[in-house]
């Protein structure tokens, strides 16, 4: 599935011209982000096989209302930075500025920030108009019931370090199963 979405985005990027600024983080640098535990469950198990897991738990539980635990801010108001695991970075993170949902008036409405809408007006408007026209671009909502139908449970959303933490124990709960298992095993 993410690779469906980066596929699509990096079409609708090469078209639509309208893309975040270089080493923002505005949008990381706010703890209420809604995610859920299943889109970083590719995280959990990165983290888990480089031998992270446990830090990274430690780090959500220690600083429980911090900004997401991926995010290295690069000045001190945290407005600036960078994903430090953009490889296994969640839904959320790789639909906005890439993706779009439908506004009560049935039209396209692109994902995007107030700093991007207020310093790209132009871009924005263009933008905008050529996803109403056909430009093709990810929906979010199909996304999400993708999402919904792996496992509705675990889509259920929460703020972004706890969906992580949560990934987190999933992931250490089945491996230590797993190795249970795979010892017993003659």
């Known amino acids: 599935m993410y ?17 975040c600024y270089s080493g923002c983080g505005l949008c990381c640098a ?11 469950i590719p995280l959990a198990f990165e983290l ?7 830090a990274a738990l430690r780090i959500i539980e220690e600083n429980p209302n911090s900004n997401c635990i991926l995010f290295r801010a690069q000045d001190t108001q945290g407005n600036q930075g960078y994903c430090s695991n953009y490889q296994f970075r969640g839904m959320i993170c790789r639909l ?7 506004n009560k008036f049935g039209q396209k409405e692109l994902i995007i920030c107030k700093k991007l809408k207020e310093g790209k007006p132009n871009e924005f408007q263009e933008t ?4 109403n026209q056909g430009l093709d671009i990810p929906m979010a909502t199909a996304y999400y019931t993708q999402l919904r139908d792996i496992d509705e449970t675990l889509s259920e959303e929460f703020p972004i370090n ?11 709960r089945f491996k230590y199963y797993e190795e249970g298992e795979k010892a017993t095993e003659f």
Not at 6 to 16: D, N
Not at 162 to 172: T, Y
Request: net charge positive.
């Open 48 to 54: 888990y096989e480089k031998g992270a897991a446990e």
């Open 96 to 102: 906005f500025a890439s993706a779009a949902r439908r």
């Open 162 to 172: 706890e969906a992580i933490r949560r990934s987190i124990e999933l992931v250490l």
């Open 3 to 19: 690779q469906e979405l980066g596929a699509e985005a990096k079409s609708f990027a090469s078209e639509g011209k309208l893309g």
């Open 128 to 131: 905008t108009q050529k996803i």
């Open 30 to 40: 706010n703890p209420k982000i809604p995610a859920s535990p299943l889109e970083f």
